[in-house]
């Protein structure tokens, strides 16, 4: 879930990286 | 969908570690530290575990924090519950511990927080999990003990990201606090809050408006007031929403009824987390599934607005 992510105190690279890795698992899973 | 989740990978924001005390654990702890349980047997515990209300689920929460007293009973305590949400594909946590809980016991708090501190080092080097630490002050305690308790977490202040609020929330409103966490803001820690989980949206508006809060912790209620859920989602102000503790605690009678959907539909910073997962019935991705199956939530993006893998913020 991207909000997760989005609302994490992580700095905006590695909010990026594990949305990108949430984004390419959705992606595959389509 | 079982499968799906399973393997999405998941980040943790509302986690209480007390909570993720598992009774056999209770149980092997309280044995080598010679602390005697008020149960006789593991299933005896599981069978406590019904809840009318929050009060009802502190009340065993505590008891059962009670075998906690060595820094290697934390450190087994935080390591266990890394490792199940490693097997989860939970990537990041931001968890929540209460001194207080411990150090009105004797135990100093020290010894809390290096056990704590250490597992987390271990799971990021040997799981790949990253981490944040935020401290919670008991809010049914004063405001004063919650200042004492921040002067004694401020030599290890680079462990902390934030402080936050939970335990018993009726009576006991954000307010109280404003003076500890004006001085934790001043050291720099972020602020979160717990609020409208069974208490009013006003506690919202004062976790928001008094403490500064950043994230607001359950959060449910925000959909009774109008102007309050226009401004979360104005200002994108995430709500840490946990589904199996909200139906366990009473606070809705069944998924079906959970806000959580309303929520991301509304365009609202909702997240699902487990709280308080030993005793709740389930871990990140027993919430993620009692949410799809209770709301019927899709997992793909669709027509739809939100969905498990996409939800976003707008």
Redesign the interface.
């Known amino acids: 879930?991207?909000?997760?992510?989005?609302?994490?105190?992580?700095d905006r690279s590695?909010k990026d990286a594990?949305m990108k890795?949430?984004?390419d698992?959705?992606a595959t899973?389509? | 969908m079982e499968q799906?989740i399973q393997?999405?990978?998941?980040?943790?924001?509302h986690l209480h570690i007390e909570g993720t005390l598992e009774p056999e654990l209770m149980f092997e702890i309280g044995e080598r530290n010679g602390v005697s349980i008020p149960f006789a047997s593991v299933e005896e515990v599981r069978k406590a575990y019904e809840f009318s209300d929050l009060q009802s689920f502190l009340d065993i929460y505590y008891a059962g924090a009670n075998v906690l007293l060595k820094e290697q009973d934390f450190y087994d305590m935080t390591w266990a519950y890394l490792q199940r949400v490693h097997a989860q594909n939970v990537?990041?946590v931001?968890i929540f511990f209460d001194p207080q809980t411990h150090t009105d016991r004797g135990v100093p708090f020290e010894t809390v927080i290096t056990g704590i501190h250490r597992a987390l080092q271990d799971a990021e080097q040997q799981l790949g999990i990253?981490n944040?630490l935020i401290m919670c002050f008991l809010r049914h305690l004063s405001g004063e003990a919650a200042l004492e308790t921040l002067e004694q977490a401020l030599p290890f202040k680079d462990w902390i990201?934030?402080v936050g609020l939970d335990s018993s929330e009726v009576g006991h409103p954000p307010q109280k606090f404003t003076a500890a966490f004006d001085r934790a803001r001043a050291e720099g820690l972020?602020t979160v809050a717990h609020a409208g989980e069974e208490g009013p949206p006003e506690y919202i508006w004062e976790a928001l408006d008094l403490l500064h809060a950043?994230?607001i912790d359950h959060g449910v209620r925000c959909v009774e007031d109008e102007k309050l859920v226009e401004r979360l989602r104005n200002e994108q102000i995430?709500l840490?929403v946990c589904p199996l503790s909200n139906v366990k605690l009473c606070v809705y009678d069944r998924m079906a009824d959970h806000s959580l959907k309303r929520l991301?539909d509304a365009g609202l910073?909702?997240?699902?987390?487990s709280d308080d997962p030993a005793y709740f019935g389930g871990y990140m991705n027993e919430n993620?599934l009692a949410a799809q199956q209770g709301l019927d939530w899709c997992?793909?993006?669709s027509r739809r607005r939100s969905s498990?893998?996409?939800?976003?913020?707008r």
């Not at chain 1, 879930?1 to 992580?10: I, P, V």
């Not at chain 2, 393997?7 to 924001?13: D, F, H, T, W």
């Not at chain 2, 498990?308 to 913020?313: E, H, Q, S, V, W």
């Open positions: 879930m991207r909000n997760s992510f989005e609302a994490t105190f992580l590695r594990l890795e949430l984004d698992y959705v899973a389509a | 799906f393997g999405m990978p998941k980040a943790e924001l990537r990041h931001e990253s944040k990201i934030g972020l950043k994230r995430p840490t991301l910073c909702a997240t699902v987390n993620f997992a793909t993006p498990i893998g996409r939800a976003r913020m």
